[in-house]
């Protein structure tokens, strides 16, 4: 059966998917950033701000926050809903926020712009099948051990639905290797984009759980042909909440942000 | 933080999880058996009668299955809830059944004696939690790619929320080998045997995805100390809507029952 | 390509190797044990007498050790042929130990009635030509991320030369899980079975590296229908220099003795 | 214990390591190319001249080929030492070559200009020590499932023989995903950077296992901060005796060599 997800020919073009003011698979790179997780105003504010100056066109930021332990900090659920509605008012960013529970979706769509499904929930079924009966775009992230082919058919329950504003985001697998976090695939941009027509994302911050790393990692996944980034930024990472050691500085976000911009042109694209 | 899931020490006895008048985690050596997926009353009833005759205690049938294409066959879901539910008024026999979405949950129950909780959702915690709110036995099988320790604390999701009700099944962890569909970890029996006071199962079926290694690795399984090992049996796999290739038929069953009870034995266990 | 490695059809007979008097692949399993380096004359002999004593008929120890780090303890090397010389005078156990260089073959063979080829040279091509070139029987471990195809070429490699005499040893492959030192592959044990006409052990020392875990793991191999055992055995495994945690002490090896036995007549076998 | 191949400290420099007038490691892009295997004087010839032409500096061809089965071509061997020989008369470009076995050295060396240690062989450390033993740089590819700590230890192993010319190049390990021939973990390289001095290449031929996503990832490289590129080039692809999949052929090898370009400029470096 020929999947909605699948690229029918080299021709076709890949899917635009607008995000408030933002288009994700155009010529321009799109660079996603924000804390981890919500902690207050002040830190999303102040991160919204930094981010915003430095050239990323949209904000993350958790408020369902889904943890191995249930005794870890899980997120400040609607408060954290209430502080994204407070950002975008003043920055006008648009937000992506993950959804864990189908039964969140009605409320997280009142502030979101673009829901994201975390790896923990790539074939959680209901989930997918349920943000596809909306019409907000989905940012699905690669399951921890999910195969390309695994995930196109998580993109196409979605897009089975009649939503096809769907990105698919590289965030790193997991294998033997335990100096980093997770092994990221850079190989699946390019073989994604031979084998779909939807935008293709890297999270390097995920992807190698180390700061120091998070940056020739993303210049990795703007050269090999991603469509944007999404990259943690927290104002003070040694205090954060939770992936405090994968998240950039402002400083540090800066000197990325520098880098990234040459790199994209030699691959024929401009920042958004 | 002293997880409720986790061993106190040495002494302290496996968790009695009792689903109708079985118990698990006693002497006795439990063996669940039935199809994959629930196809018809026919093919349910014909397994059922089987497996019972030849020494299962307990009946497993899927009505909800989780599919990586949206297109696969889905089950039968409320039909084949209501299968369930006759095959046990003459059988007799205790079902466990996935449960795949937290809003099922209460139509699930009215049929299940206990739920299952399959690999792909090992991480749902909104499932989890629901499921920990129940009274029903919850059969959480691992997931594809979770280490002991992150299975350990999904088990705590459920028993947080008061339902201790708990038995870990090891089904096969992805790894590079292609010959089996999944690679069993035979040693997650005696290592969740120190870790935990949880009953620990094994489903071959799953592990190998081939029939004609099913027996040996449920013999395996029994050897390395299971409290239990859930099988799938087919009346005619070649003709099954899933995994048919890992199903055994009435015969292969009744060879492999014959060849558990000297080895059950040979460990200091009785066939339930 | 038919493989010489390859097992014919259901009815050819698994492959005879004698190792001394001690058959390997005929109904009766076969223990091997001993520490795992050569530390001194007395350890060696100890364990010896103490392993012949309680049921093992064939005696393991290193003499050349392959070890990550150029400045870890890489054996007693020809101090270490010399005692296991010694100490078959004594005991009358025929011995498996490594070769790990070509040019030490000759030197290995005066002493060795098996070679052993480690995990890391399962594809040492030269190694396994030249061990093919000889008439001592090979057992011959699986790659840390061999597939049993490549496992099964390996041995062809050997069987090319004209050594037929070929004992596969799983021991473990690398995966994700960090609780043990290697994912035992219980399956590979009737998956081999199948494929080839090879006797197949089971290394559950390197498996799991942690004693608590050996015996459980062990017996489970024995279930699969191993066709022998390899234990790492020492006389006070808190002080070895190498794989203290996962060898086993006198009175453990002799508790798993005690085990094995019931469980290899369940599966209708004796021991050696 | 300091190795002799860690960081001592963010300001070290990166070793330079000398391949006849090419050095590798310093601020200019070194990029290899040349067949998988060497098949013939016409074979290599051809493709050196061309590489060259488009701006590769260092030759590869491999003469001895270790094979996952005896019966597959395993390379011209002393013949190919020869062509190797005679294109170097002609071309002036330095060659890598792979050395299996010990005793092949001193020949090897009497044409090589690098000797190359693949990955099935990344720990044997008869090869390694005597490689070390010798004035040839060496080019040490990573284990199929080494993690960098086990990679860097067997540089060491190199090292602590009195040879400092060593070069890491990753090409891609071994994980569960199966649309590629292997998982390019591009994040070694920069994580090889902090970790050792050592120069640090790609080669995205064996990585991904199909030329249609060698450029891209290639080009990922770079970004990341490689000292060079290894690519497997062939004058046609689909006659190749091994690796045709994965190999270039001129026109593709063209367009990667015109891409390269400004990715290496937008991160500092010069194509050598």
Not at 14 to 43: M, N
Not at 89 to 100: C, I, Q, R, W
Request: with cysteine; aromatic share 6%; hydrophobic share 40%.
């Amino acid at each position: 059966m020929k999947l909605i997800a699948r690229r029918k020919d080299e021709q076709q073009e890949t899917t635009k998917v607008r995000v408030g003011d933002v288009i994700i698979g155009g010529s321009e790179l799109v660079v996603i950033a924000g804390p981890c997780a919500i902690e207050s105003y002040e830190q999303l504010l102040s991160t919204a701000l930094e981010v915003q100056r430095l050239g990323a066109t949209m904000l993350r930021g958790g408020a369902y926050k889904p943890r191995t332990s249930p005794y870890s900090f899980r997120g400040k659920r609607e408060i954290g809903l209430e502080t994204i509605s407070q950002v975008k008012a003043l920055t006008g960013l648009p937000v992506v926020t993950e959804v864990m529970d189908a039964r969140d979706i009605e409320q997280v769509a009142k502030v979101a712009d673009m829901f994201q499904i975390g790896s923990r929930n790539m074939q959680n079924y209901t989930l997918l099948t349920e943000v596809g009966k909306t019409k907000l775009p989905v940012f699905l992230k690669r399951g921890l051990a999910s195969t390309l082919e695994e995930w196109i058919y998580a993109a196409e329950y979605i897009m089975a639905e009649g939503n096809d504003q769907v990105v698919l985001c590289e965030r790193g697998i997991r294998t033997f290797e335990t100096y980093t976090r997770n092994t990221v695939d850079i190989t699946a941009i390019p073989a994604l984009k031979e084998l779909t027509h939807l935008p293709v994302f890297l999270d390097p911050s995920h992807g190698t759980g180390k700061w120091s790393l998070v940056s020739p990692v993303a210049l990795a996944g703007v050269a090999a042909g991603a469509d944007g980034l999404m990259i943690e930024v927290h104002p003070q990472p040694d205090l954060a909440l939770s992936d405090g050691d994968q998240s950039l500085n402002f400083k540090n976000f800066a000197e990325l942000m520098e880098r990234i911009e040459p790199v994209a042109k030699a691959v024929g694209r401009a920042l958004a």
